[in-house]
């Protein structure tokens, strides 16, 4: 399985030919997104989040995906200051892949079981509108995910808001664990690769 980071927390995940987009995003920290994929999912109606113009969808291929939406909130208050979230469980090939969106409160026993022992988490860690890098350091602990993908942290001109870095998330883990790519994309097997990946951005 192939798992391409396109930027904020948009990634693509691959299976046998077929691609998922996850939350394309419309903002201006990031150079304007175009991809093509299979199918797009969106995690809440954010623009950052649900720019589904910013996919060219193509059609006619078997989808070897079976996809669980899991209803989490925007924030830790019930969703009273920003609404609703979805994480999206993906299964395929024998792998569970979890994209978090815009997880803004640490899981219910029921939702953390929903997402426990996914073999690649991808989680938000920035703080500004979503769990911060120790909130998602907890959530990935509970979640007993193999390899942990941070997403939705300070880039460009994010800057300017209150949106922490990734290091502020590595900073968590022991060196050894932490595995920074040199490019956007990396293969999720049964055994590799384990512990933190940081994908590039080259949009």
Sequence with gaps: MEITWLGHACFAVESAGFRVVLDPYLMDTYPPLHTKADAVLCSHGHADHNHTAAVELSTGKQNPFTIEKVKTFHDEKGGALRGE???????AEGLTVVHCGDLGHFPTDAQLAAIRGADA???????YYTIDAAMAKRVADAAQARVVVPMH????????????????FLKLYPAAQVHRLAGSAFTLTAAEPQGVVVPQYEG
């Design 85 to 91: 979230n979805v994480m999206h469980v993906l299964r």
């Design 153 to 168: 942290y300070r880039h460009g001109a994010y800057g300017l808001r209150p949106v922490g870095t990734v290091d502020e």
């Design 121 to 127: 988490l991808l989680i938000p860690v920035g703080g």
